[in-house]
């Protein structure tokens, strides 16, 4: 299947031929009361260009419900009831594919990078993976939220991809970023809980507190992109546990799981700037608070290595190759061996991260 986003062109024929004032983008420029050149029309939706909610700039986001409060606005000013001014707009999506829900609100990094936001000076990014609700209530999945915010917590956008629960948490990002929070307002917000909705400590909770970690200098994440291009400069550190890398590791990494790094701090050394990572992040933060207490010099992959494995489809594709290249040249495959088939049911609910993982490798060495 192939899919194209090839974006919404505005309808603006009968307001070019008139000649009236046109965005860079072709919208139709119309005031905050939503009157174009001609003060007795007025002009609204996917056709107007609007002001950027984040940044001021003038732009078009094309959004039913957008378009709708404008023509509520139009409605008033017409009756000359009272004025009602359309004065920006924040840019919040959420789509349907599949069995995902996408969303989205404020700008993103490809936004901010072409305004001239510069990474680690002008904004920050965190990207975490919690579940849905608690893990120990059945049918909690699995969902992505990486949020943007600046040195003093102004939030500048966020984005969710998941199963369940997205809407709502990136309603709750909407609502912040409206009435001009912070990431600390975040991690401060009392959520409904209930286990099949919700942890405790809610999702968006979490997100907070991982911001203000790194704005607290608890934390020196460094993205996927970044380690990339500085190879050289970091000696990587796995914490998971041992069973977890034979489904794949960065290459030229050192497995200390994080159980054990106390008892082999003498395995590293204070002169190496090492990166660690884990699955999702939570045990590369741990093991980064405790190596920068002994003293070790030391960053943390933002997201870990499941957001590696995403941005390096061809490495993850090598290793499976190789994987698969090593088995085959036994002197046995798997169609002319003699095999068993045993199926076991094993009960991991409630275990996140690598306990799934470590409790299939339990059994099987059983």
Excluded: W
Aim: glycine share 10%; with cysteine.
């Amino acid at each position: 299947m192939t899919l194209l986003s090839i974006g919404v062109r505005p309808n603006n024929k009968i307001a070019k031929d008139e000649g009236f004032s046109l965005n860079k983008r072709g919208g139709i420029v119309a005031d905050d009361l939503c009157q174009t050149d001609d003060k007795d029309i007025y002009a609204v939706g996917d056709v107007i260009g609007v002001k950027d909610f984040i940044n001021g700039n003038e732009t078009m986001i094309p959004l039913a419900g957008p378009a709708n409060k404008q023509g509520r606005a139009v409605a008033a000013n017409m009756l000359g009831k009272k004025e009602e001014k359309y004065r920006s707009t924040i840019g919040t999506s959420v789509a349907r594919i599949f069995d995902l829900t996408v969303s989205a609100v404020g700008s993103n990094e490809k936004i901010l990078k072409r305004e001239g936001y510069v990474y680690k000076k002008d904004y920050y990014v965190v990207i975490l993976h919690p579940m849905s609700h608690a893990g120990y209530f059945p049918g909690a999945l699995p969902m992505t939220i990486k949020l943007i915010f600046t040195s003093d917590g102004e939030i500048l956008g966020g984005q969710i991809v998941g199963y369940d629960g997205v809407d709502k948490r990136i309603d709750t990002l909407v609502a912040i970023i409206y009435f001009k929070g912070s990431v600390y307002d975040l991690s401060k917000l009392e959520l409904a809980y209930a286990p099949p909705y919700s942890s405790a400590k809610d999702t968006m909770n979490f997100v907070g507190y991982l911001a203000t970690n790194v704005l607290e200098n608890l934390t020196d994440p460094v993205l996927v992109s970044e380690y990339l291009e500085n190879k050289e400069k970091y000696q990587l550190l796995d914490m998971r546990e041992k069973e977890e890398p034979i489904a794949g590791s960065i290459p030229s990494s050192i497995n200390i799981p994080l159980t054990k790094l106390r008892n082999r701090l003498g395995e590293l050394s204070k002169k190496k700037h090492y990166l660690v990572y884990c699955a999702v992040g939570l045990r590369g933060y741990i093991s980064e608070r405790i190596l920068k207490q002994k003293g070790f010099k030391v960053s943390n992959l933002i997201g870990g290595y499941r957001i590696y494995m995403d941005l390096t489809e061809d490495s993850f594709a090598d290793y499976i190759n190789t994987s698969q290249d090593k088995f085959e040249g036994g002197k046995e495959t798997v169609e002319n061996s003699q095999a068993y088939n045993i199926i076991e049911l094993l009960n991991v609910c409630g275990l996140s991260c690598h306990g799934s993982i470590v409790g299939v490798s339990k059994k099987y060495k059983r």
